[in-house]
């Protein structure tokens, strides 16, 4: 269910107790304080700790360490948000979350720039294999091996994100050429940072240097491989401090041994920590850090603040930012009381039909009304994992679908014989049509749907202490109530919906 609060925004979530599993700033456990919001900070759990606790909890934060599976999700049975404190989701399933109807959130802005710096200051080491002359000086060497300059080489950029544009603008100042791709940016929004888009397949022959911006994917994995290593320029030096997995570490050994690729820097590795006899990060032309791209003060200061308030913001009906698999959510957080509404046409139109297959749906936004309906319409029936994150999946799973027709007039659905209208005003929605019969029934509280008739009639003196509204129409009648039931077992009862 979504609330409405009296400033016209859309609660989504309860959020009455988050788990914070991970180590994290202060700052993330600062921010909730005095929101009504209880904290629980664990960091270290075993898998077996996490999934005996999980259950209590609304919301769980993690950083890397924590691995948020299927089977956790799965016992996270009040679990309604999941925050990555930083960008990469890789140790989230986001396929569960988003089955269950579980929010996936991450900062993208808190760690940018100093991803962004750790990746310039790569690039800079190998240029003079820094690394290696610092070892050699320790052990009493005093190699003066030349280097190369920056200056008048083209640097890839792989991700043309916030990280990878504040690489070209930083690796620009350096007076390096700066190309890129990315699949969701144009080539006009990319020159406007003056980098040339090029195609991965054109990028390879004619950089210099690499950096890889992207995130782990079914698609991006061992994107960098052993044939698109023969198509880059001999000597070519490559960055990765995205994802360990993009690159595949055997081909990239493969080739610094024989020289195509000249050095790399790695700050993340398929398996973290890596073994230390690895022969990869034993090579001498291999730099490597520990997976340091975000691990600035400043970074996890800001990460840790951005993600409490982030949870808040969507709480509050404020703000999706950070949401990786909610766009209907956007459209419902503009116009709550319309999706409030046509949420709860639909657990009205299940208890006048419950074996629909098809939603007839008549309103003006196609974005999340059709879906609010549905999602209503299953809420209705039980199904509560039904909402608007989860619901293109649950009603597939269901056989439930819409048809879908433009319309100025008040918002319609239809299935079968039944037909319901209805219009808001303010915070208040109203039923304003039941088939044939126009009313304007406010719809709050919860409400019963019954048969009009005899038996109705001689029933309702009784009631009169737990109903607080009699409506008729036509051949059913809708009795509003504070209660979550109305007990009797004299009244042909249709269905009980909580409406708010």
């Avoid at 609660?11 to 921010?31: G, Y």
């Avoid at 070519?236 to 570490?249: F, H, K, Q, T, Y």
């Avoid at 100025?408 to 915070?427: H, I, M, N």
Wanted: proline fraction near 3%; include cysteine.
């Amino acid at each position: 269910h979504y609330y409405i609060t009296n400033n016209l925004r859309m609660s989504l979530l309860k959020l009455r107790k988050v788990l914070v599993s991970d180590k994290i700033a202060n700052d993330c456990l600062e921010a909730f304080k005095g929101k009504g919001v209880e904290v629980t900070y664990k960091p270290g759990l075993s898998k077996t700790e996490l999934l005996d606790i999980i259950p209590e909890y609304n919301g769980i934060i993690v950083r890397s360490a924590t691995k948020v599976t299927a089977d956790v999700i799965k016992a996270a049975v009040n679990l309604e948000i999941i925050g990555r404190a930083g960008t990469g989701t890789d140790n989230i399933d986001h396929a569960a979350a988003s089955d269950a109807g579980v929010v996936v959130m991450n900062t993208p802005g808190g760690n940018t720039n100093s991803a962004a710096e750790h990746t310039c200051a790569l690039i800079m080491a190998m240029c003079r294999n820094l690394a290696n002359r610092h070892t050699e000086l320790m052990n009493g060497e005093w190699n003066r091996i030349n280097g190369i300059e920056l200056s008048g080489k083209t640097v890839g950029i792989i991700g043309l994100g916030r990280i990878g544009m504040i690489v070209a603008h930083r690796m620009q100042a350096f007076g390096m050429k700066t190309v890129g791709y990315d699949p969701f940016v144009t080539a006009a929004a990319a020159a406007e940072k003056g980098v040339e888009f090029l195609q991965l397949e054109d990028m390879w022959p004619v950089c210099d240097f690499l950096t890889i911006h992207v995130p782990l994917l079914p698609s991006t994995k061992h994107m960098m491989n052993s044939a698109v290593f023969d198509k880059c320029k001999k000597g070519v030096r490559i960055v990765n401090c995205a994802r360990g997995g993009i690159i595949d570490e055997e081909a990239l050994l493969e080739n610094l041994n024989s020289g195509k690729v000249a050095c790399a820097a790695l700050d993340v590795f398929e398996k973290e920590p890596p073994s230390a006899d690895s022969p990869l990060l034993q090579h001498s032309n291999l730099i490597a850090t520990p997976h340091l791209g975000a691990s600035t003060a400043e970074a996890q200061t800001r990460v840790a603040k951005e993600i409490a308030e982030q949870f808040l913001a969507l709480r509050d009906g404020e703000s999706t930012f950070g949401c990786l698999n909610a766009p209907l959510l956007r459209g419902a957080l503009s116009q709550p009381v319309k999706a409030k509404l046509a949420q709860q046409l639909g657990m009205l139109l299940y208890t006048l039909n419950p074996k629909a297959d098809v939603l007839t749906v008549q309103g003006d936004d196609e974005s999340f009304v059709p879906y609010a309906v549905m999602a209503g319409y299953l809420n209705a029936k039980g199904i509560s994992a039904a909402n608007l994150i989860s619901i293109k999946k649950v009603a597939d799973v269901n056989g439930l679908s819409f048809q879908y027709t433009a319309t100025s007039e008040d918002l319609t659905v239809e299935c079968g014989d039944v037909k319901l209208s209805g219009r808001f005003d303010g915070v208040t929605s109203f039923l304003t049509k039941v088939n044939s019969v126009s009313t304007n029934i406010p719809l709050t509280g919860s409400v019963t749907v019954v048969r009009s008739g005899t038996a109705l009639y001689n029933q309702l003196p009784s009631l009169s202490g737990h109903v607080t509204g009699v409506h008729f129409a036509g051949d059913v009648t809708i009795l509003s109530h504070s209660g979550k039931t109305l007990e009797s077992d004299k009244l042909e009862t249709l269905g009980t919906v909580a409406l708010c």
